[in-house]
């Protein structure tokens, strides 16, 4: 049911596409080690505090991992 939702939505957020294209345009001008200091920040300032939920910690440190394999693919 979800992916129906999404699979109808999807030419609908392609007229919002070009929104994207100048946030992108900065993160590339960032220096490259912005990613890791990034990365080390969420997961001091996030994931290592108890007081938040497992649920929201699990998931920040599971997308900080998909966006680390995700930079390393060719």
């Not at 609908?12 to 200091?37: D, K, R, V």
């Not at 300032?45 to 390393?72: P, T, Y």
């Amino acid at each position: 049911m979800h992916a129906e939702t999404a699979y109808h939505l999807h030419p609908f957020l392609e007229y919002f596409e070009h929104l994207t294209y100048p946030f992108l345009g900065f993160i590339g001008t960032l220096p490259s080690w912005f990613q890791m200091a990034y990365l080390f920040t969420a997961y001091l300032g996030v994931v290592r505090k108890k007081e938040w939920s497992h649920f929201f910690r699990f998931h920040v440190v599971m997308g900080m991992l998909l966006e680390i394999a995700l930079q390393s693919l060719p």
